[in-house]
C-alpha cells in the first residue's frame, strides 16, 4: 500500500519536473521571439538581467509613490510576467529611487545605465497633434530636462535623444486622446517613452504608429 | 464547530490583507516571495550571484518552521487557505466536519501505518529539476508555477481590473493554474511542494530535539484503546495523534484541529514532560 502510493508520489514528481522543463524551454524559446524589449524601472540593468534576478516579491511595485511601477501581465512572452513595468498612467518618474532601494535581489541596481536614464522618448507622427497641425506645445513645456524636447520652426516637437531621460511627463500629460477624433489606426498618444533596448528606440526620428506598434508592441495595460 | 479552521482562515487572510493593504499604502514588505528559500535557491543559479539581502527573511522563515514545525503549512500558505475554504484534500470546505483517514480502515490500532507522508525524495527531485532547468534558461522558472505566487499574481491582477479597469488573462490563468495544483493535484503539497522540501528537512532536524511543542495525548484520557480514531479522522495528514511517533509528527503543520476535536480533550500543543 504505502510502496504505491510512494510510486504515484514519484510519477506525480517525475510530471511536475518535465512540466517544469517544458515551462523552461517554452519560456526560454519566448524569450527568444519576444520583439518586445519592456519598459523597466531605474536600475534595470537589461532584459536579461532582471529576469535572472527579479523574484517577483513586488516590493519596487509596493514602494513607487505614483503608481508607476506594475507587475507585468500575462502575455506570450510567460517568464516576464509579475515582473515590473513602468506604466505612465498616474505620474511620471522623478528618480526618487525607491524601487532601487527596496530591490533585494540586485534586480535594480545604480550601476545599471538606466539608474539615471529609463528610456527615451519618441514621437508618433500620425498620432501627434503637433505634428499635423501646430499649435500644441505641451510635451515641450512640461519636459523638466532643458532642450530635451524642442518645437521646430513649423511647431513640431522634436526629441533629443541624447538629453532625454525618459521620465514619462511627456507620455503622462499628452493631450492628443483628448485633442483629436478617436482614429483607431493610430495610438492614443503622440509621444511614448519606450526602453533603450528596442527595437523603436533604434528607428532614427518620429515613428508612425504601425512603426511604433510593431517595434515595441504594446501589451494590456499600455493604453 | 471548525473553530480552528476559521482561525487559520483568518491568519491567512490576514498575511493576504497586510500586502495588499501594504500595496496601496506604498509599504514595500514585499509578498511572500521574499521569503522563498526556493526561490532564493532558484536565484542563486539562475542570475549566478548569492542574493544576500533575501537571506535573512529566508532564515527567518526556516527558523520558525524549525521551532514551531511546518505551522507556515498549515496557517499562511494561500494554499491551505483555497483548502480550508473551498475543500480539497481533507477539510472538506468552510462548513465540512470530517476528513477521512487513509488509515483507519486498514489498520485501526495504528492508522499511521497507511497515511501518506510528506515524500521528501519526490520534492528533492522536483527541486534539483527545477534549479537545473532555472540554471539554464536563466529565470526563476518554478515561479511561474507556485500556487503561493499565482495568488498574489490573482490579487494584484484583480486590483488592476478594480483601480484601473485593465483586464489581463492571468485573472483566468492564474485561477484556472491553482484549480489543477489545488485541487486536482491532490497530492501537491506532500509529493511537489520544493518549499515542503526545505520544511520537511527542518521537521526531521526537528524531531530529533525532544524539548519542542508538538501535539501530545494524554494516554490515561485518550479513548484510541476503545475504538476512537478522531484525531486521524480530521488530521489533514492523516496522523493518528494517539499512537504518533516523533516521525509521524515530523508532517504535523500545527493546525490543532485535533486537539479541537478530540472527544475527551485529550490533546494539548506541550513540550515533554521527562
New interface residues.
Given amino acids: 500500500?504505502?510502496g504505491e502510493?510512494?510510486r504515484?508520489?514519484?510519477c506525480?514528481?517525475?510530471g511536475?519536473?518535465a512540466?517544469?522543463?517544458a515551462?523552461?524551454?517554452g519560456?526560454?524559446l519566448a524569450?527568444q521571439n519576444a520583439q518586445s524589449v519592456y519598459l523597466r524601472p531605474p536600475g534595470a540593468v537589461s532584459e536579461?538581467?532582471l529576469?535572472?534576478?527579479?523574484?517577483?516579491?513586488?516590493?519596487?511595485?509596493?514602494?513607487?509613490?505614483y503608481n508607476l511601477v506594475?507587475?507585468r501581465?500575462?502575455?506570450w512572452d510567460?517568464?516576464t510576467?509579475?515582473t515590473p513595468e513602468l506604466i505612465f498612467?498616474e505620474g511620471y518618474c522623478d528618480f526618487c529611487m525607491?524601487c532601487v532601494d527596496?530591490c533585494?535581489?540586485?534586480a535594480l541596481s545604480y550601476e545599471a545605465p538606466t539608474a539615471e536614464n529609463i528610456g527615451v522618448a519618441k514621437l508618433i507622427s500620425d498620432a501627434c497633434v503637433a505634428w499635423d497641425w501646430g499649435g500644441c506645445t505641451v510635451c515641450a513645456d512640461v519636459c523638466p530636462v532643458e532642450n530635451a524636447v524642442t518645437l521646430d520652426e513649423r511647431g513640431r516637437p522634436h526629441v533629443d535623444e541624447d538629453l532625454c531621460n525618459g521620465c514619462g511627463l511627456c507620455e503622462l500629460e499628452c493631450p492628443a486622446p483628448s485633442l483629436r477624433a478617436y482614429d483607431p489606426s493610430t495610438v492614443a498618444k503622440g509621444i511614448y517613452v519606450v526602453s533603450r533596448e528596442s527595437e523603436a528606440a533604434a528607428l532614427p526620428g518620429a515613428l508612425t504608429s504601425a512603426e511604433y506598434e510593431a517595434a515595441y508592441r504594446k501589451e494590456?495595460?499600455h493604453e | 464547530m471548525n473553530k480552528m479552521r476559521y482561525l487559520r482562515i483568518g491568519v491567512a487572510l490576514a498575511v493576504l490583507a497586510v500586502v495588499f493593504g501594504?500595496?496601496l499604502a506604498?509599504?514595500?514588505?514585499?509578498?511572500l516571495?521574499?521569503l522563498?528559500p526556493v526561490?532564493?535557491a532558484?536565484?542563486t543559479v539562475?542570475?549566478?550571484?548569492v542574493?544576500w539581502?533575501?537571506l535573512p527573511?529566508v532564515l527567518v522563515l526556516l527558523a520558525v518552521v524549525f521551532l514551531l514545525g511546518r505551522v507556515f503549512c498549515s496557517w499562511v500558505c494561500p494554499t491551505s487557505l483555497l483548502r480550508n475554504l473551498f475543500g480539497g484534500r481533507t477539510p472538506r470546505g468552510l462548513t465540512g466536519q470530517t476528513g477521512t483517514c487513509a488509515g483507519c480502515a486498514?489498520d485501526p490500532a495504528n492508522p499511521n501505518?497507511?497515511r501518506?507522508?510528506n515524500?521528501l525524495?519526490?520534492?528533492g527531485?522536483?527541486l534539483v529539476?527545477?534549479l537545473v532547468?532555472?540554471f539554464?534558461?536563466?529565470?526563476?522558472?518554478?515561479?511561474?508555477?507556485c500556487p503561493i505566487?499565482l495568488v498574489?499574481?490573482t490579487l494584484?491582477?484583480a486590483s488592476?481590473l478594480l483601480v484601473?479597469w485593465?483586464?489581463?488573462?492571468?485573472l483566468l490563468?492564474?485561477p484556472a493554474m491553482l484549480v489543477l495544483e489545488v485541487f486536482v493535484?491532490r497530492?501537491w503539497c506532500?509529493?511537489?511542494c520544493p518549499l515542503g522540501f526545505f520544511f520537511g528537512l527542518m521537521a526531521k532536524a526537528r524531531s530529533r530535539l525532544t524539548f519542542l511543542p508538538d501535539p501530545r495525548v494524554r494516554k490515561d484520557v485518550c479513548l484510541h484503546n476503545e475504538g476512537c480514531n478522531v484525531c486521524a479522522t480530521v488530521c489533514p495528514e492523516d496522523i493518528s495523534a494517539a499512537t504518533a511517533e516523533p516521525h509521524d509528527l515530523e508532517d504535523c503543520t500545527l493546525c490543532l484541529d485535533c486537539r479541537e476535536h478530540c472527544p475527551t480533550r485529550a490533546i494539548s500543543l506541550t513540550v515533554p514532560k521527562e
Fill in positions: 500500500m504505502s502510493v510512494t504515484r508520489q514519484f506525480l514528481a517525475g511536475a519536473a512540466a517544469v522543463a515551462l523552461g524551454g519560456g526560454a524569450q536579461a538581467h529576469l535572472a534576478h527579479c523574484d517577483r516579491c513586488q516590493r519596487c511595485v509596493q514602494v513607487c509613490p506594475q507587475p501581465p500575462l502575455s510567460f517568464p510576467v509579475g498612467k525607491l527596496v533585494p535581489t540586485g494590456a495595460g | 501594504c500595496t506604498h509599504v514595500p514588505v514585499g509578498t516571495c521574499a522563498c526561490g532564493f532558484e536565484l539562475a542570475g549566478g550571484a542574493p539581502e533575501l527573511g486498514t501505518t497507511a501518506t507522508r515524500n525524495a519526490s520534492q527531485v522536483v529539476v527545477l532547468v532555472s539554464i534558461v536563466h529565470f526563476p522558472v518554478f515561479c511561474l508555477i505566487g498574489f499574481g494584484f491582477a488592476r484601473t485593465q483586464p489581463g488573462w492571468e490563468v492564474f493535484l497530492r506532500s509529493a511537489i
